[in-house]
């Protein structure tokens, strides 16, 4: 089973027939909202809009504890995240595809993992934040679509809402960071701790503050995303048929030797 996590409209991908909406409650909450199941060739793909529906939901308030349990609850063991970013490297121009590679988090007040103490005390090698295979498969996609890709890039994850200040993006910058997002983390270590495949496609929707000296707005992000989402689709099903039926990669055994 494969889980999308993105925008509304990216379950509308030609050949995807939605045959459920399932409404699931955890023990860390409600998620987001109810999860989209179709079927695609021979996979069952999974959706959710991270913000919900009516993207009514702020980065900060997002509960990434139940929509990564619900997507555990449901089978599902690999998740591809789709979100939108700014671009801090100056040759990541608005519409850049990056199948992200590295993470650096400095949110605050999350609740950033499933282990709080009462089921024990567990440290996920975090090493390669994203999984190299469900990557791997993805940047073959794009060679097969035809569409451009950045083959890595540094996601740096900021708290929100707000956006950044300049000084704030020049910072992030010297410390290695390529984009900036909001919501990148803890999803991407929580489905670490439920063994869980996790690969990042970031879209620059904007350059990031201070980078031009353009304002920033949130309406060149829904249009930027807007522009992408055609490409955001082919490329979300050409790596349906590319990505393999068993998993060979570490992430489905991280809990092992993770426990104190």
Same mark, same amino acid.
């Given at each position: 089973? %494969?889980?999308?996590?993105?925008?509304?409209?990216?379950?509308?991908?030609?050949?995807?027939?939605?045959?459920?909406?399932?409404?699931?409650?955890?023990? &860390?909450?409600?998620?987001?909202?109810?999860?989209?199941?179709?079927?695609?060739?021979?996979?069952?793909?999974?959706?959710?809009?991270?913000?919900?529906?009516?993207?009514?939901?702020?980065?900060?308030? %997002?509960?990434?504890?139940?929509?990564?349990?619900?997507?555990?609850?449901?089978?599902?063991?690999? %998740?591809?995240?789709?979100?939108?970013?700014?671009?801090?490297?100056?040759?990541?121009?608005?519409?850049?595809?990056?199948?992200?590679?590295?993470?650096?988090?400095?949110?605050?007040?999350?609740?950033?993992?499933?282990?709080?103490?009462?089921?024990?005390?567990?440290?996920?090698?975090?090493?390669?934040?994203?999984?190299?295979?469900?990557?791997?498969?993805?940047?073959?996609?794009?060679?097969?679509?035809?569409?451009?890709?950045?083959?890595?890039?540094?996601?740096?994850?900021?708290?929100?809402?707000?956006?950044?200040?300049?000084?704030?993006?020049? &910072?992030?910058?010297?410390?290695?960071?390529?984009?900036?997002?909001?919501?990148?983390?803890?999803?991407?270590?929580?489905?670490?701790?439920?063994?869980?495949?996790?690969?990042?496609?970031?879209?620059?929707?904007?350059?990031?503050?201070?980078?031009?000296?353009?304002?920033?707005?949130?309406?060149?992000?829904?249009?930027?995303?807007?522009?992408?989402?055609?490409?955001?689709?082919?490329?979300?099903?050409?790596?349906?048929?590319? %990505?393999?039926?068993?998993?060979?990669?570490?992430?489905?055994?991280?809990?092992?030797?993770?426990?104190?």
């Amino acid at each position: 089973m %494969i889980g999308i996590i993105g925008g509304s409209g990216l379950y509308e991908i030609e050949g995807i027939a939605i045959r459920e909406h399932k409404k699931i409650s955890t023990p &860390f909450g409600d998620p987001s909202d109810a999860y989209l199941i179709g079927e695609f060739s021979d996979s069952t793909v999974v959706f959710l809009p991270r913000h919900g529906s009516r993207h009514s939901i702020p980065p900060h308030k %997002i509960n990434y504890r139940a929509n990564i349990r619900g997507f555990k609850e449901l089978g599902v063991e690999r %998740i591809i995240s789709v979100g939108a970013v700014g671009g801090i490297d100056p040759a990541l121009p608005p519409g850049t595809i990056v199948v992200l590679d590295q993470v650096i988090d400095v949110t605050h007040g999350r609740h950033s993992t499933f282990y709080d103490g009462e089921s024990g005390v567990v440290h996920i090698d975090f090493t390669e934040p994203y999984c190299p295979e469900l990557r791997n498969a993805v940047i073959e996609a794009g060679g097969k679509a035809g569409i451009s890709l950045k083959k890595s890039g540094t996601y740096i994850c900021a708290n929100g809402p707000r956006l950044e200040t300049k000084a704030e993006i020049g &910072f992030y910058s010297r410390i290695g960071a390529d984009v900036v997002g909001m919501t990148g983390m803890p999803e991407a270590s929580l489905a670490r701790e439920e063994e869980i495949c996790y690969a990042g496609m970031a879209v620059v929707t904007n350059y990031a503050a201070g980078i031009t000296a353009e304002k920033l707005t949130a309406t060149e992000v829904v249009e930027t995303m807007n522009k992408t989402s055609i490409f955001l689709k082919t490329l979300l099903k050409e790596t349906f048929n590319l %990505i393999p039926k068993e998993r060979s990669c570490a992430c489905k055994t991280a809990l092992k030797d993770a426990r104190l």
